[in-house]
């Protein structure tokens, strides 16, 4: 199964699109996306507006990949449940984001987290056929890492 | 004589910052907490702990804003939380700017997302807060954000 998701703020069509026709183009029955709030919907693969976070949790606990923007709740997830994941940036430059944040994103988090980025609708396609080929990720825990929760905890606790 | 709890509000609005500041919640052991947040599906995530809903709101939508400001304000209001605590983005800005004001401490921690610089918002709720974190050691500095840690 794969899962694709565009984040809760905005569609990301110019991504949902490249999925669309890569499944029309292959027969893959196996997808399903979450698509944002947007006239815009695909023909290939089913896909919600927005699932409720519980839906939405078990999509994606069962997809085996996880397609997406390069948003940081979607690559938490995907590193915390050690899926490999591909994103695309939304582009600020392309009217999808308020700043150009997620090439920030995208760029930090595959040196550290071996997150696959496509930047462009010709590389999304071109990983979309060698998908076997995706690297994983680095698994991550539950929690935040200790010396930020040692600090904040040591604050609230002193400032009371 | 047991010491009464610190009362901690934790606040968010909904996705990658709601998520980051789950990820905060070892660090809020010993505190009376109650979390709020935009969607009632996320109730979920904090099974058994005090949960309050907020209108949802962005700098691109001005009633959603106001809606959202009134609706932080009422539940500092009634909660009065010794400490307030906020991932962003735009209610947890407002809950720092109001809560400030209300004279309780604040913490704002920017987005893991800002890994080349601060958000807007970020820069302007951190500049209030009383303690102000960037999740990336290349953005920490003097009169800035400091640097503890990140989410990851």
């Given at each position: 199964?794969?899962?694709?998701?565009?984040?809760?703020?905005?569609?990301?069509?110019?991504?949902?699109?490249?999925?669309?026709?890569?499944?029309?183009?292959?027969?893959?029955?196996?997808?399903?996306?979450?698509?944002?709030?947007?006239?815009?919907?695909?023909?290939?693969?089913?896909?919600?507006?927005?699932?409720?976070?519980?839906e939405?949790?078990?999509?994606?606990?069962?997809?085996?990949?996880?397609?997406?923007?390069?948003?940081?709740?979607?690559?938490?997830?995907?590193?915390?449940?050690?899926?490999?994941?591909?994103?695309m940036?939304?582009?600020?430059?392309?009217g999808?984001?308020r700043?150009?944040?997620?090439?920030?994103?995208?760029?930090?988090?595959?040196?550290?987290?071996?997150?696959?980025?496509?930047?462009?609708?010709?590389?999304?396609?071109?990983?979309?056929?060698?998908?076997?080929?995706?690297?994983?990720p680095?698994?991550?825990?539950?929690?935040?890492?200790?010396?930020?929760?040692?600090?904040?905890?040591?604050?609230?606790?002193?400032?009371? | 004589?047991?010491?009464?709890?610190?009362?901690?509000?934790?606040?968010?609005?909904?996705?990658?910052?709601?998520?980051?500041?789950?990820?905060?919640?070892?660090?809020?052991?010993?505190?009376?907490?109650?979390?709020?947040?935009?969607?009632?599906?996320?109730?979920?995530?904090?099974?058994?702990?005090?949960?309050?809903?907020?209108?949802?709101?962005?700098?691109?939508?001005?009633?959603?804003?106001?809606?959202?400001?009134?609706?932080?304000?009422?539940?500092?209001?009634?909660?009065?939380?010794?400490?307030?605590?906020?991932?962003?983005a735009?209610?947890?800005?407002i809950?720092?700017?109001?809560?400030?004001?209300?004279?309780?401490?604040?913490?704002?921690?920017?987005?893991?997302?800002?890994?080349?610089?601060?958000?807007?918002?970020?820069?302007?709720?951190?500049?209030c807060?009383?303690?102000?974190?960037?999740?990336?050691?290349?953005?920490?500095?003097?009169?800035?954000?400091?640097?503890?840690?990140?989410?990851?």
């Open positions: 199964m794969i899962f694709v998701t565009v984040g809760t703020d905005s569609p990301f069509d110019r991504l949902v699109k490249v999925v669309d026709a890569w499944a029309e183009r292959t027969g893959r029955s196996d997808i399903f996306a979450q698509i944002g709030e947007g006239a815009w919907e695909p023909k290939s693969i089913p896909f919600a507006h927005l699932l409720d976070p519980c939405f949790k078990e999509r994606f606990a069962a997809a085996r990949v996880i397609i997406g923007h390069a948003g940081m709740g979607t690559i938490i997830s995907a590193l915390h449940h050690g899926k490999p994941i591909l994103v940036p939304k582009r600020a430059s392309l999808e984001q700043n150009e944040h997620q090439l920030a994103t995208a760029r930090r988090m595959t040196e550290i987290g071996g997150v696959n980025v496509a930047f462009d609708e010709q590389e999304l396609c071109q990983r979309l056929d060698r998908l076997a080929e995706l690297a994983l680095r698994q991550i825990g539950s929690a935040a890492n200790t010396s930020l929760l040692k600090g904040l905890n040591e604050f609230i606790h002193s400032s009371f | 004589m047991t010491q009464a709890k610190p009362r901690l509000l934790a606040i968010s609005s909904g996705g990658g910052h709601w998520i980051q500041l789950l990820r905060l919640r070892p660090a809020f052991e010993g505190c009376d907490v109650t979390y709020a947040t935009v969607s009632l599906g996320y109730r979920a995530d904090v099974p058994g702990c005090q949960f309050r809903l907020i209108h949802d709101g962005n700098r691109s939508q001005k009633v959603a804003l106001v809606k959202a400001a009134v609706s932080i304000l009422f539940l500092l209001l009634v909660e009065k939380p010794n400490v307030v605590i906020s991932t962003g735009a209610p947890g800005y809950a720092v700017r109001i809560g400030k004001l209300l004279r309780m401490r604040t913490i704002w921690i920017d987005s893991i997302a800002n890994a080349e610089e601060l958000s807007m918002s970020g820069q302007k709720a951190g500049r807060a009383d303690l102000w974190l960037t999740q990336w050691p290349h953005l920490a500095s003097e009169g800035g954000p400091q640097y503890l840690g990140s989410v990851l």
